[in-house]
């Protein structure tokens, strides 16, 4: 008689975890509140103009600057930042593709850093070794919501002269050494796309303390508008990206509740973490306290197939799934070097790249080899989803007896 359910056995659990997004009538009432004022662009409202304000402050930012997605908060803080076309920006490879496209949109060319194996977060000391006198900029992912080495980046940037923009598309009210994340660099961006801690459907944000880079920023993002300017005065090459009224009413609603879900994240991820570390074969996240918050967008596990009877990621993952703990992945199945995207001649272009002809030895990714990262995508990570971690004990302990149940009956994982 099977023991696994992937072999026919019983399941661990049968209930589904907490689904995704979470609404009340709160978000409701706010986006019935925006239609029935008319008034529905962010120029003439105020609920984008409020949120920027709140989540800013929520942030220990002095500006913040919405948008209509993660990739565009980037793309445009980039710019803002002063990266320009040939130029060099070092980013991991371990990230979501829309990290490098952001770049390679406005001209400049990713430099691909190996991930720390402990963290999954950009390695400082490999991104040193890959300095050039093209370097401009440096990117750190906060990557599920943990913080990247702040302290060393930015201790690298100072002496190299570089721009740090943080991608924290998955990082709201994380922090590091009690500062939250997003504008520790020069500006950062942050993504409320659908599955987002924080989310509208789509939506981004830029933070940033600079007032030249917030105000440069806002411009990008307004059709090249001056605060004090013209109405139909153009200053820079902007376009017109703002976020409506509709999606900043719900991010209010959905901020409002943030805190409280940060904390029982935090708090599951916690159990898991002392939990999980008991058992062979699977290990989290190297403790930091410099981590003074992490979002928890994601949870991670490493996987060590030689302590499940050496089956790959892929089928202790279904075999999980098949136990009822659904919302667990695989996660990014490619590194960004490896995307089909990054191999094609002229990133699958008619023309090519601007950084063509102005970069004098433009990186071929299909050469790029980064161990670390390579390991979590082929062999390694495993993915919780946020909303999972919204449950309760139970829930939890779930997790942990799938995980166990898979050791004790490991040969019934062999895929016959």
Request: proline letters at 5%; aromatic letters at 8%; a negative charge.
């Amino acid at each position: 008689m099977a023991n696994l359910a992937i072999a026919g056995g019983e399941p661990q659990r049968q209930q589904p975890y907490p689904s995704w997004p979470i609404w009340t009538q709160a978000e409701v009432d706010a986006v019935q509140a925006v239609v029935t004022s008319g008034r529905w662009i962010s120029l003439q409202g105020t609920e984008v103009k409020q949120f920027e304000t709140e989540f800013a402050a929520y942030h220990d930012a002095a500006y913040g600057i919405a948008v209509v997605n993660g990739t565009v908060a980037l793309k445009l803080a980039l710019t803002a930042a002063g990266v320009g076309v040939g130029d060099e920006v070092l980013m991991p490879g371990y990230t979501f593709v829309a990290t490098a496209t952001a770049a390679l949109e406005i001209g400049a060319v990713p430099i691909f850093v190996d991930i720390d194996p402990e963290t999954y977060t950009l390695d400082p000391i490999h991104a040193a070794t890959l300095i050039t006198p093209r370097t401009r900029a440096i990117v750190p992912v906060h990557l599920g919501g943990r913080p990247a080495d702040m302290d060393a980046i930015l201790d690298l940037a100072q002496e190299h002269d570089l721009a740090v923009i943080e991608d924290a598309a998955q990082a709201w009210g994380s922090a590091w050494n009690g500062a939250k994340v997003g504008a520790l660099g020069q500006i950062g961006g942050i993504s409320f796309q659908a599955s987002k801690n924080i989310t509208a459907g789509e939506g981004g944000m830029m933070l940033t303390n600079d007032p030249a880079i917030g105000e440069m920023a806002r411009s990008l993002s307004n059709c090249g508008r001056q605060t004090d300017g013209l109405w139909y005065a153009h200053y820079v090459l902007g376009g017109n990206y703002r976020l409506s009224e509709f999606q900043g009413a719900v991010l209010r609603v959905q901020l409002q509740r943030y805190p409280e879900h940060l904390e029982r994240r935090q708090a599951n991820a916690a159990y898991l973490e002392r939990s999980l570390a008991e058992i062979d074969g699977v290990s989290t996240m190297r403790s930091d306290p410099r981590v003074t918050a992490n979002a928890y967008h994601l949870f991670f596990i490493r996987y060590d197939a030689d302590a499940f009877g050496g089956v790959s990621k892929d089928r202790f993952i279904q075999a999980l799934q098949a136990e009822g703990i659904q919302g667990v992945s695989g996660g990014y199945s490619l590194p960004v070097y490896r995307q089909p995207v990054m191999q094609a001649e002229n990133f699958g272009l008619s023309t090519p790249p601007l950084f063509h002809g102005v970069h004098p030895n433009p990186p071929d990714y299909r050469e790029v080899a980064l161990p670390a990262t390579d390991r979590a995508c082929d062999n390694e990570a495993v993915w919780l989803r946020q909303s999972m971690l919204l449950g309760d004990r139970q829930d939890m302990d779930d997790i942990i007896e799938a995980i166990l149940k898979l050791q004790r009956y490991r040969d019934e994982l062999q895929d016959d």
